[in-house]
């Protein structure tokens, strides 16, 4: 997994047994993303301008938690793309304390337009420069 | 699923596409197990003075979407326990906005007690009387 | 303080003390302006349509804690819409565990609606039928 | 105001209208407060074990917001303690994108001991020796 998003657990994303509601693990997962969008010079507001999209909706999630957090930790979300297939992806997360890793998790996307008459979110195939983007980043490794 | 927890959508729960931000779908999941231990008179301060457990923690996680909500919805977490493990349980969720069937997923949970000398979370034994709190319910339903 | 939004406090809403993590108080006050439009047949999506807006976005705010509340309370947010002037309108809250008091605050909101050369929000006279729906109902109160 | 917390704006801090949903800024707030404790070796964990209490609890907020900020934005936090009194202190916080100021706010805090009888949030008076941590870098500045 090779790109890093970095944070400090803060007071707030803990719960009464003093460690990170998981929900937000969640929520790192996301922001992990968007950040290797960023990295690309992308964003959900590029993505929508350029292929009309409403965003990047999720299809399938999850996580496994191997070790709590707690406020003032901090972590690593590392994230690579795992998979790809014509009209989604999925992005592998592994979020570490130093050495020790604390979460492994997945989300698998897709482009997602609203269909005007039924309001329905729809799949779109997933644009060949878009997935170029993440592969050369691959090759390159 | 028999069991049911009802919430709206709110304003704050939606992202700039406009749908809800899916980590709050996880926290519905979490608002709806503790509805569930409310049922039974419990919660996780009753939980912690009982057992002397941190809480019932995540051990893994997931949840499919297969439609969006957004502010305003009316939606309903249906709930049950899929399987009991000596040391775990897995409660399945189904989010639905009337018939339509947006969101299924499970939390695996166990009683996790802090290790005095590691600080680590391992987790015990599930209470026979904890787990009979949900077998009656099922068979008399 | 005349209308009412019912919660109840999560486990997810509350930090290591074991209380409300009081920006979620701030939430709630919003979900409670928001439910104060829906008895009005309105919402952001309506007011969107209707007026070109953004949205109702925030001027000022402000809240006291005079008790905690913690997971497992049943907590009412009254509120009522305390000063108009031509370009904002002003709510206050008072949230309730039975009969005490726990929380005092207002919202002083306006009606943003984007600037299309600068991208700055600028604000735009309160509609008069808008504010005619909150004024008939203190009115036949 | 001096000490700085540098954060970027996330997608789910945004609502529907594409900007900060407002009160993540009162969250930020917090985290800046807690980054002040950090760099006094401070944290709510270590003043609970050297008073105490509970935590630092607020008893009173507020912010104005000038401009809104959306996902991808970089921004600084700063803080100073602008008024102590024996049993409170008031925070004083200023958010900018830049140059541009987008939000003024304050907390004002107490430490907070739980009464043993009535369960109830009581202040007691705050430590020289912590008031101490702040006024020297005042000082030195």
Same mark, same amino acid.
């Given at each position: 997994l090779r790109e890093v998003y970095e944070l400090r657990v803060e007071w707030g994303d803990c719960d009464p047994a003093g460690i990170v /509601?998981?929900?937000?693990?969640? @929520?790192? /997962?996301? !922001?992990?993303?968007?950040?290797?969008?960023? @990295? @690309? *010079? $992308? !964003?959900? #507001?590029?993505?929508?301008?350029?292929?009309?999209? $409403?965003?990047?909706? $999720?299809?399938?999630?999850?996580?496994?938690?191997?070790?709590?957090?707690?406020? *003032?930790?901090?972590?690593?979300?590392? !994230?690579?793309?795992? #998979?790809?297939?014509? #009209?989604?992806?999925?992005?592998?997360y592994r979020i570490r304390r130093g050495e020790e890793i604390l979460v492994e998790g997945f989300e698998t996307r897709v482009f997602a337009v609203r269909n005007g008459s039924t309001g329905r979110l729809n799949g779109m195939p997933i644009p060949d420069e878009f997935r170029a983007l993440f592969l050369e980043a691959e090759t390159q490794a």
């Open positions: /509601f998981y929900p937000n693990f969640y @929520r790192w /997962f996301d !922001s992990a993303f968007q950040a290797m969008l960023a @990295r @690309r *010079g $992308l !964003s959900q #507001r590029e993505l929508a301008r350029r292929y009309g999209i $409403l965003g990047t909706a $999720l299809a399938d999630t999850g996580a496994a938690f191997k070790a709590p957090a707690s406020y *003032g930790d901090a972590l690593s979300v590392e !994230s690579d793309i795992g #998979r790809w297939t014509p #009209r989604s992806f999925t992005i592998r």
